[in-house]
């Protein structure tokens, strides 16, 4: 079966570092992109960057970019989300999906979600 | 980077026909792809490309592409369709960057 299995809901305090992951299994894991996507509260979804684990290429939205970093362990099959220095405005759900690239670009897997609270 | 404006919410009686458009530039260019959220729940690809379902996806669920605008239509709406719907393309700059649209909440009467 392909997934992808998110690491579990975290709670931390402004400043502290955090990096989340999201193991793929059922698919070469370095054939496909992995994207990441927050959702804030009550929000709507918000696509953040995705890396190409076979390269380790990697793009960011301008909106993202300086404030994340997004990278890959091939050797783990794991994709990660990291924060140097978390913000209270960080909280929010955030879900890592396969992008599945082609003719049509779609992302067909998606993580179960990593819960980010940043509360003092 | 592009836009992708959808309307915040429609509603449909049970067994009748919704359609969701999405808007952007670079639709113009790229397909769409299209997500359903339930709450509580990680988003689903329901359409992807010209009009392809995943597998598992009910055959009520169509999309179509018109100059920069797609829509994804539901034909006999049920109950189990309510949920929030986003849609998705590659960015019009042509790297690998991607944008979601604002979301459109479907409710189901």
């Known amino acids: 079966e392909v997934q992808l299995v998110q690491s579990g809901a975290e709670v931390k305090k402004p400043g502290e570092s955090l990096k989340i992951s999201c193991k793929a299994s059922g698919y070469s894991f370095t054939s496909y992109w992995i994207g990441w996507v927050r959702q804030m509260p009550g929000k709507g979804l918000e696509w953040m960057g995705i890396i190409y684990p076979g390269d380790s290429d990697t793009r960011y939205s301008p909106s993202f970019q300086g404030q994340v970093t997004i990278s890959a362990d091939k050797s783990i099959s794991s994709a990660y989300l990291h924060w140097s220095s978390l913000k209270a405005s960080d909280t929010a759900m955030f879900y890592c999906?396969?992008?599945?690239?082609?003719?049509?670009?779609?992302?067909?897997?998606w993580g179960q979600g990593t819960m980010v609270t940043v509360s003092s | 980077s592009s836009e992708l404006t959808q309307d915040p919410a429609v509603s449909v009686a049970l067994g009748q026909t919704v359609r969701i458009t999405c808007q952007g530039d670079s639709l113009r260019s790229y397909y769409a792809s299209w997500y359903q959220q339930k709450p509580g729940q990680a988003p689903i690809l329901v359409i992807y490309g010209e009009n392809n379902r995943p597998s598992g996806i009910p055959d009520r669920f169509s999309g179509s592409r018109s100059g920069n605008t797609a829509s994804l239509t539901i034909t006999g709406a049920q109950a189990e369709d309510e949920a929030d719907y986003y849609c998705n393309s590659r960015d019009s700059s042509g790297n690998p960057l991607y944008v979601f649209g604002t979301g459109t909440k479907v409710t189901v009467l």
């Open positions: 999906a396969r992008l599945s690239r082609g003719v049509n670009d779609a992302f067909d897997i």
